[in-house]
């Protein structure tokens, strides 16, 4: 039954890559019989080169991933350097969840909120700055939304990092290293850079896939005269001249392209690093000692802070600058828009637990079956979803979507949620899985239980935290979902997330900061739920086989003493 379950997960969540990419393709080539377009040319790509702007945009997007992708590692090993395996990596490591669980949307709200030129910020700093509030809100150079991306994308790879680092025995490189008088922050970078850098590969290129073809947040603090390229992209798919579709075709393989061409800049780099220009690593007893801690306290205050200033915003009646505080308070917005929020943060949720439970479901078949069989799909191909910019594949599967029904919006939402969730919930179950020790089930099919029997009752109670975890990532991850909820719902299906967006653009602050504050809850409600059952169920169960030792042990006392009597 296994390779049937297996087939279906390849057909759900890796054949519609396919169909994904050749659909944008050939559209970017102006093949499209479905609108009459039936000859193919370069039509697409010239008028989306010929736009006014276009090569500034291309180059902000360029920018902006590079600089948040490379600050972004810079202060992930920083903080690795100053806290792993110390006694504050304890404090550290819980912390990185509930940072990973502030959707990025959310998250932006809260930062334009911080970091406007009416924001808390200029509030606090009012009486003693003596110039103008820097403009990082829809700034030219992209600068606000290069931080909320560094500030987003350092605890992810942080919490890819705990595995790398587990498998690179840092306390033994620590020990021979110091025998040669090289102290701890020359030893990291000398000895474990190197090493961390080449196996947080994957992680790293889903973050440059990322900061290239982000959309959402580049709506709310990207630059808008040019927009970055995949926004630029976007207004074009959203042109009612579908006529034109050929264009934003081309603009999403121009998305393509670019992404590739950063992931080959890492690649280029890293080689050079690590294996070509390796004077560095033999040149003396030189390392720089980053502040890593305090930049892990700046950044978590940061995402700390934007929950209260949304609340503030929501229940504010009154708030002029630059008061601290507002003078009037009021719950009217809540009231108000009560009715019109909770069908939408319901279908949020019927929608996001549907899909990461189908993906949690995909992910176990997955690695129950790699576990197995000798041939699986290759991780890479897996994580496809991860590495190619939503926009060039979701035009082709919107396209494909058409052919089989074109009212079945529900059903295109929550599988496109499957599609793109199933990566991250496969990678989070990845390390559990490597890591049980796969002689607890032998033993237990040399006692003569089935397979199924032995999983229900070995594997799946020593690794529920890790399932339930998952599936809290899955959850997050569909709740984060712009584009696939946009383009295959047509519009129809409102979630927390679409709405947040739409109405960053200028409407009420107050309502703005009302879906913000609720699509930044719902993870944390759920990571929380996933944590709270994890830990009560493993201490149950500790309790449990320590209650069955006690009476086994008493059991043999007592036989004990009735032979001996």
Known sequence: MLPIFYIFLVIVCILPIAPGVLGVLSASLTYMPSIGLSTFSLDGYLSALEWSGVSHSILLTLTSAFVSTFVSCI????????????????????LLSPLLAMPHVAFAIGFAFLFSPTGMIARLLNPFWVFEFPVIINDAANIGLILVLIIKEVPFLLLMSIPIMQ??????????????????????WKCIFP????????????VIAYSVSVVDVSLILGSTNPPTFAVLVWQ??????????????AGAMILLLLCLLLIGLHRFLEWGITQHCRHWQISGRVGIRLPGLSLFVGLSGIVALSLPIMMLWSASQRWRFPNLLPTQFTLRF?????????????????????SSSLALIFALLGHEYKLKYRWHIPSILIAVPMLIPQLSLLFGIQVSALYFSSDSYWLWVIWAHVFFAFPYVFLALDGPWRSFDQRLTQTGLSLGKSPLQCWVKIKLPLLLPAIL???AVGISVSLAQYLPTQMLGAGRIMTLTTEAVALSSGFDRRITALYGLWQALLPFVFFSLALFIGRHYSRRSHLNS??????SNESINNKSQHTHS
């Not at 074009?236 to 075709?249: E, G, K, N, V, Y």
């Not at 809540?334 to 549907?354: G, K, N, Y």
């Open 546 to 551: 320590t209650t069955r030792k006690v009476m």
């Open 167 to 188: 498998q690179l025995q840092v306390d033994k490189s620590e020990r021979v290293a110091a025998s040669l008088g090289y102290q701890r922050h020359q030893i990291w």
């Open 236 to 249: 074009w798919f959203s042109d009612p001249d579908i006529q034109l579709q050929p264009r934003a075709a």
């Open 75 to 94: 202060v992930a090993f920083a903080i690795l350097q100053a806290t792993w395996q110390q006694p504050v990596w304890k404090k550290v490591e819980p």
């Open 195 to 206: 090493q961390w850098l080449r196996k947080a590969r994957f992680p790293i290129l889903a």
């Open 469 to 471: 975890y998952a599936w």
């Open 334 to 354: 809540w009231e108000s828009e009560w009715t019109t929020l909770f069908p939408v943060i319901a279908d949020s949720i019927i929608i996001a637990v549907i």
